[in-house]
């Protein structure tokens, strides 16, 4: 395209000019972006996209430039700038209805959902070919000598408690085999490879159960993002149905068929607002199936209670931030709870007193 | 790591082509083609492609071409950038 003039949007009123050209083609703005680019026409601004992390979200293009190929010049410049600081997968985000015009741009449709209720709607497209079925053959491989059927369990784990130990020897009891994918995205205050550890070491004890590294696919921050920042009422709440709806879409269609899982496992949700719409979806939609995926069967089961308080990652986080180590010892195992007081431990429970994050 | 940094040249506009390259797994070079006009064209723009790589001298490189219709000369010329951004110390 030539003529345009490419540029980073910086000032209040080029934001503002943006979110205009987002809103006329019935786009919100994306948040979090790390780079907004704007093209214009003699100052006018005509197409605009950004990046959030891994995300090319927030594409629009004047409706008086549609169909001159601007939209691709766009994408061109995102994929570039997003190249250019060494990330190979990435992701973008748009309005099923335009899913196709990326398509032909060579990315690949991963989920496309829709809540009716909100008459939201998003689709998953991921640039290049492989990523998704590459990842599914991998997690294929280690289900193939298991059983017929499974269960599966997702879990963050920020650290391991004895709410996730009952949760999971609950589920083992009632599948074949369970396999528990721990989230694998770094944003929490425990680092992944330390939760991961202690998943392992939590469920050596139960024969049945596998942890696998959760992946780009299951609640990551390319199919969930919402589910690691806070969430705000109203309007927070529909865009994290919606997303929750489009990692429960990958699942179905993905994530399950690899593992043969008929089954999925979840603990009712006291405390965060997000895991419990997420909770809400999974009820409403897996055990439904969907076009080219087979029902999930879900099972919620109530937290694990001590002395009337239910046993959860937040408030073991919360516990360590008042200060008071030993009285988190009641709620997690053995295993966890020598981590926690290993040197390793030290700079993460630093960090839980000195934050105020939700995870 | 094999020395091969990300790069990118080109873009995805019409008769444009966009060339990735990074590191890939072992001391291979992989090369992927996508075109819209890749039924009357793919074996000749695979064909550039190698060429292209070979005469780069890089090892263990994954490639990636994403061509919009380019002519050869910009399929070459976009091959040639990102390449030498690849290996640039």
């Known amino acids: 395209m030539f003529g345009l003039e490419e540029r980073a949007l910086v000032s209040p009123r080029e934001m503002e000019e943006r979110s205009r050209l987002l809103a006329s083609r019935g786009l919100a703005v994306p948040g979090n972006e790390s780079v907004i680019l704007g093209f214009f026409e003699e100052e006018r601004l005509v197409a605009t996209g950004s990046l959030v992390g891994n995300i090319l979200q927030g594409i629009a293009v004047d409706r008086e430039l549609e169909g001159e190929g601007v939209a691709a010049t766009v994408t061109s410049a995102l994929l570039k700038k997003a190249m250019e600081t060494g990330r190979r997968q990435l992701f973008l985000y748009s309005k099923p209805d335009e899913a196709k015009r990326f398509e032909a741009l060579g990315f690949t449709l991963l989920a496309t959902a829709t809540v009716e209720r909100t008459g939201l709607g998003a689709s998953l497209l991921e640039w290049g070919a492989e990523g998704i079925e590459k990842w599914s053959a991998a997690i294929a491989m280690k289900a193939e000598d298991g059983p017929e059927k499974s269960g599966v369990a997702v879990v963050n784990c920020n650290p391991f408690t004895l709410g996730h130990y009952r949760l999971l020897e609950y589920a083992a009891a009632r599948t074949p085999r369970l396999y528990v994918l721990v989230v694998e995205e770094d944003r929490s205050l425990f680092p992944f490879e330390a939760r991961f550890r202690l998943v392992e070491e939590g469920v050596s004890g139960l024969k049945n159960v596998v942890a696998l590294r959760g992946g780009p696919y299951v609640i990551s921050s390319a199919t969930f993002p919402t589910y690691f920042s806070r969430m705000e009422s109203g309007e927070g709440e529909q865009v994290t149905e919606l997303y929750a709806a489009l990692d429960i879409e990958l699942f179905g269609r993905y994530v399950a068929p690899a593992l043969r899982a008929t089954d999925r496992f979840v603990g009712t949700e006291p405390y965060c607002p997000v895991t419990s719409i997420y909770n809400r979806m999974m009820k409403e939609r897996l055990p439904k199936g969907g076009e080219g995926w087979p029902p999930v069967r879900v099972h919620e089961m109530p937290r694990f209670e001590i002395y009337g308080l239910p046993v959860s990652a937040s408030r073991v986080r919360a516990l360590i931030r008042e200060g008071g180590l030993e009285n988190v010892r009641p709620l997690v195992p053995e295993s966890t709870w020598k981590w926690l007081v290993s040197k390793e431990a030290r700079p993460v429970i630093e960090k839980i007193r000195s934050s105020e994050s939700r995870h | 790591m094999n020395g091969v940094k990300n790069s990118v040249a080109g873009s995805l506009e019409s008769s444009d082509v966009l ?62 950038t990102a390449l030498e951004r690849a290996l640039k110390a």
Do not use: H, M, Y
């Open chain 2, 19 to 80: 060339v990735t390259v990074g590191p890939a797994e072992g001391e291979e070079n992989k090369l992927d083609v996508e075109s819209i006009v890749l039924k009357q064209f793919g074996a000749r723009i695979r064909s550039v492609a190698e060429e292209v790589v070979v005469a780069s001298g890089v090892r263990g490189a994954a490639v990636r071409i994403q061509d919009r219709g380019a002519l050869e000369c910009t399929l070459r010329a976009r091959l040639e």
